[in-house]
């Protein structure tokens, strides 16, 4: 099955950069969200992007939807240890499909 | 409480033997989804269901079964266990609702992490 192209795959940094991540794809998308897993938990809704260009905001995440429809970015400012885990978008290619596609995932770990 | 349960969260089973996985939620949700996580794989999609009269296969169904109860409720079923269906699965919801905007947003329960040996 189909799905988005995630990267990096994995990051290791310092506590207190920046973080930036990225998912793209040949098809156009409506709709892309941008979750979070922690070990032993399900997926948690970050954010979510219903607009082409749409920037938008949670705390020190900032999500885009790019203007293409095909990618879109997640930065994280300032990293803190809280912020370990695995980062995945998904997306929906229209109103109503309800079959969200998953990138592998951006595996984040914190040095502190 | 959690607004989406799976039961059990761990289970060890045999090849052959006959598996069900619950989620119940109370977000009121019409529509839910069972989902199976592989490493590097992502999750990807094995049925869905709009409301209660309503089952969709999705990307990976075959040896797979599920049962919408109710519309808090839709369980999966292993009928066969095989070695390879040994992954993590998660249930989610999303609304359908008046807004056209949020039905798209899915929420995922704990996962139950199986293991067919």
């Known amino acids: 099955g189909q799905q988005l192209n995630q990267s990096p795959q994995s990051m290791f940094i310092q506590e207190g950069e920046d973080v930036s991540m990225n998912c793209t794809s040949s098809?156009?998308?409506?709709?892309w969200l941008w979750y979070k897993q922690e070990p032993g938990e399900g997926p948690v809704l970050l954010i979510a992007?219903?607009?082409?260009?749409e920037l938008t905001s949670n705390g020190r995440l900032t999500a885009q939807f790019g203007i293409t429809r095909k990618d879109s970015f997640l930065n994280i400012s300032a990293s803190i240890p809280s912020d370990v885990g695995i980062y995945f978008c998904a997306g929906l290619k229209f109103q109503g499909a309800q079959k969200l596609v998953f990138g592998q995932g951006t595996r984040l770990t914190i040095n502190p | 409480d959690a607004d989406v349960t799976q039961t059990p969260r761990n289970r060890i089973t045999k090849t052959g033997k006959r598996i069900m996985l619950e989620c119940s939620q109370t977000?009121?949700?019409?529509?839910m989804y069972w989902y199976r996580q592989d490493p590097g794989l992502g999750l990807r999609l094995i049925y869905y269901?709009?409301?209660?009269?309503?089952?969709n296969k999705g990307e990976i169904s075959d040896g797979y079964s599920v049962s919408r109860q109710a519309q808090a409720k839709f369980s999966l079923s292993l009928e066969s266990a095989i070695p390879n269906q040994t992954a993590l699965y998660f249930c989610?919801?999303?609304?359908?609702?008046?807004?056209?905007?949020?039905?798209?947003?899915?929420?995922f329960g704990p996962g139950t992490r199986l293991t067919v040996l």
């Open positions: 098809s156009i998308f409506n709709t």
């Open positions: 989610a919801t999303s609304y359908s609702g008046t807004s056209g905007r949020y039905y798209n947003e899915q929420f």
């Open positions: 992007l219903y607009k082409a260009g």
């Open positions: 269901s709009f409301d209660v009269k309503d089952i």
């Open positions: 977000k009121g949700h019409d529509r």
